[in-house]
């Protein structure tokens, strides 16, 4: 199993970047696609984005094609989240999450070992 710890959450102002890490400990991670997902108060915890284990598919929500990338360092055991052009309903605590199936990257409910979350706050 996969531990996972978030960071680089903050506040912004609309239309500013932010990168997002996710820090993985166990030597399986490199087998396991990853993915960030978010809970905006009062909201369901929602999907993101995902990545498989070596990084060759990429999956995204539509409402953040061409603004968010996700990546992944396997030597650093690390995924991370690109945010460009952050909108106010961005705002959320975002979360990673793994999935033992290395290409799973859709299998929304597959996706578990879940981080402590990171919270992020675009401002208008």
């Known amino acids: 199993q996969v531990q996972l710890v978030e960071s680089g959450g903050g506040l912004v102002q609309a239309g500013g970047s932010l990168r997002l890490s996710c820090a993985a400990s166990g030597r399986t991670f490199i087998r396991y696609a990853m993915g960030w997902f978010r809970q905006a108060p009062g909201k369901e915890r929602d999907f993101v984005a995902a990545?498989?284990?070596?990084?060759?598919?990429?999956y995204y929500t539509d409402s953040v094609k061409g603004r968010f990338t996700i990546s992944r360092d396997n030597a650093k055991n690390t995924v991370y989240l690109q945010m460009n052009s952050l909108k106010p309903e961005d705002t959320a605590v975002y979360y990673c999450a793994s999935n033992p199936n290395p290409y799973g990257l859709s299998a929304v409910g597959d996706f578990g070992s879940w981080g402590q979350g990171t919270q992020v706050t675009v401002s208008s």
């Open positions: 990545i498989s284990w070596n990084g060759d598919r990429t």
